[in-house]
Each structure stands twice: as structure tokens, then as C-alpha cells.
């Protein structure tokens, strides 16, 4: 039998290897199924919608810094302006029908 020695505190302790062995593989199944758990929970599209809403709040904060350019723009850069805030809007209301979409399609 294989022994192996390790310290706790003040004391040394000798425990046999295969003890060891088996804590490792407890540890390694409950990592295993806890990895599956976070990897299958909630939706189906649980990264498709985490990624919408990333997109989703870049967006906002898009259109709140074309809303403060708004403050200090030439008058003949405020016609761009508010055009790259209608675009904005558009790919706002894009991302919401998506996320919608995929709300509908998980709780039919």
C-alpha cells in the first residue's frame, strides 16, 4: 500500500493513496455535473439572448451619445445626427423583436 504524507497545522499525518483517489473523483463528479447543469440550464437559447441583450444595451448606449451630441453639433451635422439616431432606433426595435421571438419560441 502506498502511503502519502501530508500536514495539517502542527501534526503529519500518513493517509493512505487511495483515499485521495476517491476525494478526486467525488470532486471531479461534482465539477462534471455542475459544469452540465450551468451548460443545459434555463433556455436553449440562453447564449443567443445573452448576446441580444449585450447588443441590445451597446445600442442604448449608442443612442444616448448621438442624444448628447445633439447638445454641440453644427447645425449642418445635425442631419447626420439624426439620421444615425433613426438607424439606431431601427436596430433597437430589431433586437427586441428578436428577443420576443426567442421568449415566444421557449414558452409555447
Known amino acids: 500500500?502506498?502511503?502519502?504524507?501530508?500536514?495539517?497545522?502542527?501534526?503529519?499525518?500518513?493517509?493512505?493513496?487511495?483515499?485521495?483517489?476517491?476525494?478526486?473523483?467525488?470532486?471531479?463528479?461534482?465539477?462534471?455535473?455542475?459544469?452540465?447543469?450551468?451548460?443545459?440550464?434555463f433556455h436553449e437559447n440562453t447564449f443567443a439572448v445573452f448576446e441580444l441583450k449585450e447588443e441590445l444595451q451597446i445600442r442604448y448606449m449608442n443612442m444616448w451619445e448621438l442624444l448628447q451630441q445633439l447638445e454641440y453639433v453644427d447645425p449642418h451635422q445635425r442631419e447626420v445626427v439624426y439620421a444615425e439616431i433613426q438607424h439606431i432606433r431601427e436596430e433597437i426595435q430589431r433586437i427586441i423583436d428578436l428577443l420576443i421571438q426567442h421568449d415566444q419560441s421557449q414558452h409555447q
Open 1 to 41: 500500500m502506498i502511503c502519502v504524507r501530508y500536514v495539517t497545522y502542527l501534526h503529519q499525518k500518513w493517509t493512505p493513496l487511495y483515499s485521495l483517489n476517491n476525494c478526486m473523483l467525488v470532486r471531479t463528479i461534482i465539477l462534471y455535473a455542475v459544469m452540465t447543469v450551468c451548460a443545459l440550464a
